[in-house]
Structure formats: structure tokens, C-alpha cells
């Protein structure tokens, strides 16, 4: 202790200079939003550019399962296409024409998927962070949704023009709304920062009895990600004892350690929406 | 050094041209003479290290109130602060009779210029780049860095005539 005295008299100078100089940088952040931007994209710059350099060299090494990913995807939209055939001939020739939801024509238009490359990931840490090669300039924006071919992977944090970051399900400070699908109870869905591959459902009434195997969609009720994206599997249904909810381990549908490809989820008509929570 | 009326006057009348005179000043677009840093480099030599650094923070934060930039004059400001004991003991003034601070007539024209200029440089281009921030380019910000100290460290000079004309009054 008189140590630590000892040096901050000798060195008060110096560390009184790096707090104020500290301070006013926070201040200047604060305050001043384009510097605050243009700091965020000279670091997304620099990071984004070295993972880019890396992925450019590690990317050969990947193509065998990439081919394989995007083979396997390919046959999933083919999929969607004949169902969406399948459809569409009775509108033509029929009379009588049965239209399940009648907002799938809206959907359709008011959603854009935009495709990036991951070019850095990591799983072991409490907070991991996926940096993408899209950006502003390709129609990223924050709090965007993203998935990829298997389900749910995050929610864009930060975009510069030509990077973006984000938060994947596998970071403490991942929330969402999800629910077991099939049934209209939901949960909170995250993550305690343990194993990779599963996340937890939490607040679920305990009345219901989720059985293993359940798929869990997300909910809709924000308008990051719509109802029904794929986020996992019930994997275990933990009982609280003397609580009314019970907790959900959820395998998680995404590999995050096998993540080539994912797609942002463009929503045309969330800004409308969200001017209308601010105006009410 | 005895705190006088007199420096409270210079420190005000400084803080009032700076604010009302030289930030709407704008030639060109390039030249924004920026001189109350010169309130700092005029402290004595001999004055408490931490106290120098408090004063050049309240100094910046008050003009950065004024032109809306929080944060950037207060950087600026105190990282020449930081660096003025420095400088001085490079241009040896540090070794100097108690309560001595930078005059023409002591140190000579030469060596007060250099020491004002030097300090008003460091000043300047940790402002500009804070200000352009890279956005308009490294070249013009070295352009308005340069143009502008030039300017500064004309009217700093004729200033530090005013203040201490070279009679020994102090």
C-alpha cells in the first residue's frame, strides 16, 4: 500500500495527464457523434481487414465443406421453390382459392436477405463476436437480424462501410424472445457463456410439458427476427424446484463452428414500426 | 510567482479574443488562429505539475463549451500541458529563477518564439486531427494545422509584447 502511494506521488504527474486525456476522450465520444463514428469504422477498418487478409488464405483450406454447404442449401430453396409451385397452379386454375396467412405477400416484400462472408468468429469466449465483410454500403444496419441456411446466428452490433460486427447467440449479452413451436409459450432465450453448442430457454410455465426434441422458433415479437426462424432443439427441461417456470437447455441449430455463410435479414418496414414505438 | 490582478485580466481579456474574435475568425477556410493556449505556455516554469494539467483541463473544457467541440480543445490542450515541462527542459528554461515564466527579454526573441511555437504546434495538430479525424484527408488537416499555426504564433508574439513589453516590472 505505501508502495502504491509511493509511486502515484512520484508519477502523479503522468497519471493525472492519461486520466484527463481519458476523460476527454470519452467526453469527446460522448459528444460528438462523428468522431465517435468515424472511430468505430477506423477500428472495423483495421480489424475487419486483417481478418479479411486471413480468411482469404484459410478459405482454400474450407472449400471442400463450403461447396458441400452451399450444395446442401441449393437443394433446401429448390425445396421451397417447388412448394412454392406447388401453390401457386391452383391460384391459376381454380375457382376457389385458400390463402393460409394473408400478409405472406407483404412478408415477402418487405424482407431482403443479404449474404456476407464471415471473416472472423470465435466460440470460446463469454462474449464472442462474428465480423462480417458487409456493411452500410451493402444494406447492413444495427439490430439486424442474421441467420444462415440452419437458423438464427445474431444481431448486427456495430457497421461501418464495409464491415460489420455481430452479436451471435454464443455472447452473454444476447437476449431474444423465442418460443416452442407448435405452442404459443415463450421464453427468454441466451446464453450462460458454458458450452457452445447449447443455449438456454428460460421463463417458461411450468405447466406445459416440452418434451426433447421440440423445435424452438423465434417468436416475432420484435421486429429484428419474424416468427418461425429455426434457433434449436430441446435438449434437457430443467425443473426449478419451488418456481412456476422451467428452464430449457436448447441445442442450438447453427454449427457456430462451421460458419461460412450468413444472411441479414433486411426489414423494410421495421423503421416504420419502430418510428411508431417512439411516437406512442 | 504572486497572482496579481494583471493576470486575471490577461487570463479573461485571452479567453474573451479567443472566443470573440478568433474562433468566428475564419480566412480561406483553412486558418482558425487558435491562442489562448499561450494562457498555458505563459505559466511559470516552476508551478506544480498537476496544477499546470487542471488548469489547461478548465481552460479547455471552457473554450470547448464555447465552440461546441467538448472534448477536443480540452485533448488538445492538455496534452501540450503534459508535454510543456518537457520541451522546457530541452530549451533548458526549466533551470530559472522562482516564479520565472517565458518573456522576450529574458530569453530572447529566438528562444521564446521556438518554445511558444513548438507548444502551439503540438496543440494545433492534435486538434486538427481530432477535427478532421482523418475524414477530409492527413493533407488537409496538415494544411490547417500549419496555416493556422502560422497565424497563431504571429498573434501569440504580438500578444506576448503587450502583456510584457520587456520593462522588468515584475
Same mark, same amino acid.
Given at each position: 500500500?505505501?508502495?502504491?502511494?509511493?509511486?502515484?506521488?512520484?508519477?502523479?504527474?503522468?497519471?493525472?495527464?492519461? /486520466?484527463?486525456?481519458?476523460? $476527454?476522450?470519452?467526453?469527446?465520444?460522448?459528444?460528438?457523434?462523428?468522431?465517435?463514428?468515424?472511430?468505430?469504422?477506423? $477500428?472495423?477498418? &483495421?480489424?475487419?481487414?486483417?481478418?479479411?487478409?486471413?480468411?482469404?488464405?484459410?478459405?482454400?483450406?474450407?472449400?471442400?465443406?463450403?461447396?458441400?454447404?452451399?450444395?446442401?442449401?441449393? $437443394?433446401?430453396?429448390?425445396?421451397?421453390?417447388?412448394?412454392?409451385?406447388?401453390?401457386?397452379?391452383?391460384?391459376?386454375?381454380? *375457382?376457389?382459392?385458400?390463402?393460409?396467412?394473408? &400478409?405472406?405477400?407483404?412478408?415477402?416484400?418487405?424482407?431482403?436477405?443479404?449474404?456476407?462472408?464471415?471473416?472472423?468468429?470465435? /466460440?470460446?469466449?463469454?462474449?464472442?463476436? !462474428?465480423?462480417? *465483410?458487409?456493411?452500410?454500403?451493402?444494406?447492413?444496419?444495427?439490430?439486424?437480424?442474421?441467420?444462415?441456411?440452419?437458423?438464427?446466428?445474431?444481431?448486427?452490433?456495430?457497421?461501418?462501410?464495409?464491415?460489420?460486427?455481430?452479436?451471435?447467440?454464443?455472447?452473454?449479452?444476447?437476449?431474444?424472445?423465442?418460443?416452442?413451436?407448435?405452442?404459443?409459450?415463450?421464453?427468454?432465450?441466451?446464453?450462460?457463456?458454458?458450452?457452445?453448442?447449447?443455449?438456454?430457454?428460460?421463463?417458461?410455465?411450468?405447466?406445459?410439458?416440452?418434451?426433447?426434441?421440440?423445435?424452438?422458433?423465434?417468436?416475432?415479437?420484435?421486429?429484428? @427476427?419474424?416468427?418461425?426462424?429455426?434457433?434449436?432443439?430441446?435438449?434437457?427441461?430443467?425443473?426449478?424446484?419451488?418456481?412456476?417456470? !422451467?428452464?430449457?437447455?436448447?441445442?442450438?441449430?447453427?454449427?457456430?463452428?462451421?460458419?461460412?455463410?450468413?444472411?441479414?435479414?433486411?426489414?423494410?418496414?421495421?423503421?416504420?414500426?419502430?418510428?411508431?414505438?417512439?411516437?406512442? | 510567482?504572486?497572482?496579481?490582478?494583471?493576470?486575471?485580466?490577461?487570463?479573461?481579456?485571452?479567453?474573451?479574443?479567443?472566443?470573440?474574435? @478568433?474562433?468566428?475568425?475564419?480566412?480561406?477556410?483553412?486558418?482558425?488562429?487558435?491562442?489562448?493556449?499561450?494562457?498555458?505556455?505563459?505559466?511559470?516554469?516552476? %508551478?506544480?505539475?498537476?496544477?499546470?494539467?487542471?488548469?489547461?483541463?478548465?481552460?479547455?473544457?471552457?473554450? *470547448?463549451?464555447?465552440?461546441?467541440?467538448?472534448?477536443?480543445?480540452?485533448?488538445?490542450?492538455?496534452?501540450?500541458?503534459?508535454?510543456?515541462?518537457?520541451?522546457?527542459?530541452?530549451?533548458?528554461?526549466?533551470?530559472?529563477?522562482?516564479?520565472?515564466?517565458?518573456?522576450?527579454?529574458?530569453?530572447?526573441?529566438?528562444?521564446?518564439?521556438?518554445?511558444?511555437?513548438?507548444?502551439?504546434?503540438?496543440?494545433?495538430? %492534435?486538434?486538427? &486531427?481530432?477535427?478532421?479525424?482523418?475524414?477530409?484527408?492527413?493533407?488537409?488537416?496538415?494544411?490547417?494545422?500549419?496555416?493556422? &499555426?502560422? @497565424?497563431?504564433?504571429?498573434?501569440? %508574439? !504580438?500578444?506576448?509584447?503587450?502583456?510584457?513589453?520587456?520593462?522588468?516590472?515584475?
Amino acid at each position: 500500500m505505501y508502495n502504491l502511494i509511493k509511486f502515484i506521488l512520484k508519477y502523479h504527474f503522468t497519471i493525472l495527464f492519461i /486520466l484527463i486525456e481519458i476523460v $476527454a476522450i470519452s467526453i469527446l465520444f460522448q459528444h460528438n457523434k462523428y468522431q465517435k463514428v468515424k472511430f468505430i469504422n477506423a $477500428a472495423n477498418f &483495421l480489424t475487419g481487414s486483417v481478418y479479411q487478409a486471413q480468411s482469404t488464405v484459410t478459405d482454400y483450406f474450407e472449400l471442400r465443406a463450403i461447396n458441400q454447404h452451399l450444395a446442401t442449401e441449393n $437443394a433446401r430453396l429448390q425445396g421451397m421453390a417447388e412448394e412454392l409451385n406447388y401453390i401457386e397452379v391452383p391460384t391459376l386454375y381454380n *375457382d376457389t382459392v385458400y390463402v393460409n396467412d394473408s &400478409l405472406v405477400i407483404d412478408t415477402a416484400r418487405q424482407l431482403h436477405f443479404h449474404a456476407a462472408k464471415v471473416i472472423s468468429n470465435s /466460440l470460446s469466449k463469454p462474449f464472442n463476436t !462474428i465480423f462480417i *465483410d458487409k456493411g452500410t454500403k451493402h444494406h447492413f444496419y444495427e439490430d439486424m437480424g442474421v441467420i444462415n441456411a440452419e437458423g438464427v446466428v445474431g444481431i448486427v452490433r456495430s457497421v461501418s462501410d464495409n464491415y460489420a460486427t455481430i452479436t451471435p447467440i454464443l455472447n452473454r449479452n444476447f437476449n431474444m424472445n423465442a418460443k416452442i413451436k407448435g405452442s404459443g409459450y415463450f421464453g427468454n432465450l441466451s446464453w450462460d457463456g458454458q458450452d457452445p453448442n447449447y443455449a438456454q430457454l428460460t421463463d417458461i410455465p411450468n405447466h406445459i410439458s416440452p418434451l426433447q426434441g421440440d423445435t424452438i422458433i423465434s417468436s416475432g415479437y420484435s421486429q429484428i @427476427f419474424k416468427e418461425g426462424h429455426i434457433i434449436g432443439y430441446i435438449h434437457q427441461v430443467i425443473k426449478v424446484p419451488g418456481k412456476s417456470f !422451467i428452464n430449457l437447455d436448447v441445442k442450438l441449430a447453427v454449427d457456430f463452428g462451421n460458419l461460412n455463410y450468413v444472411y441479414g435479414i433486411e426489414n423494410k418496414i421495421k423503421e416504420s414500426i419502430d418510428s411508431l414505438g417512439f411516437e406512442n | 510567482m504572486k497572482i496579481k490582478p494583471k493576470h486575471i485580466v490577461i487570463w479573461f481579456v485571452v479567453l474573451l479574443l479567443q472566443i470573440l474574435v @478568433f474562433n468566428p475568425l475564419n480566412v480561406s477556410g483553412y486558418i482558425n488562429p487558435y491562442v489562448y493556449p499561450l494562457l498555458i505556455i505563459l505559466l511559470p516554469f516552476d %508551478m506544480a505539475g498537476w496544477l499546470l494539467l487542471i488548469l489547461a483541463a478548465c481552460l479547455g473544457l471552457s473554450i *470547448d463549451v464555447f465552440t461546441g467541440t467538448l472534448g477536443m480543445h480540452l485533448f488538445a490542450l492538455v496534452f501540450m500541458a503534459g508535454l510543456r515541462p518537457s520541451i522546457a527542459k530541452i530549451l533548458s528554461l526549466s533551470k530559472q529563477e522562482p516564479g520565472a515564466y517565458i518573456n522576450i527579454k529574458q530569453h530572447g526573441l529566438i528562444v521564446s518564439a521556438t518554445f511558444i511555437g513548438v507548444l502551439l504546434f503540438i496543440h494545433h495538430i %492534435m486538434y486538427f &486531427l481530432l477535427e478532421t479525424f482523418a475524414s477530409s484527408g492527413l493533407s488537409y488537416g496538415l494544411l490547417r494545422t500549419f496555416a493556422s &499555426l502560422f @497565424f497563431s504564433l504571429f498573434i501569440s %508574439m !504580438i500578444l506576448l509584447l503587450v502583456i510584457n513589453p520587456g520593462r522588468n516590472e515584475r
